[in-house]
């Protein structure tokens, strides 16, 4: 069985930065380092949304325009953990956000991944 578990959520200002992780265990470790790692977002009242994915060895990232620039996807594959490095945030950032595991298909698609972790909330107050 794989389980996700993320951290490193919290309440910050505009402006502030942040560092999410996203750890597996269980068979995840066996998974971790074959396949694609996302991380997507939800916000009250919204549909969750892509926020980037980076390849299974590490070596190309991808992101949503919206956070292109600010935001940066990093793994480690010896420690099983994916990281969310989250700068400039913005009011607009708040969600709670969610790592994944890239099963096949479109990066930015929801139904592209396998495994999800139960999120971690992030609030930035302007």
């Known amino acids: 069985q794989v389980r996700l578990v993320e951290s490193g959520g919290g309440a910050v200002q505009a402006g502030s930065s942040l560092k999410l992780s996203c750890a597996g265990s269980g068979s995840y470790a066996r998974i971790f380092s074959n396949n694609a790692m996302g991380w997507f977002r939800q916000a009250p009242g919204k549909e969750r949304e892509h926020v980037g994915t980076?390849?299974?060895?590490?070596?190309?990232?991808y992101y949503a325009d919206s956070v292109k620039d600010r935001f940066v996807i990093s793994r480690d594959n010896a420690k099983n953990v994916v990281y969310l490095t989250m700068d400039s945030l913005k009011p607009e950032d708040t969600a709670v956000y969610y790592c994944a595991v890239h099963r096949s298909g479109t990066y930015g698609v929801q139904s592209s991944y396998n495994y999800w972790g139960q999120g971690t909330q992030v609030t930035v107050s302007s």
């Open positions: 980076i390849s299974y060895r590490g070596g190309s990232t």
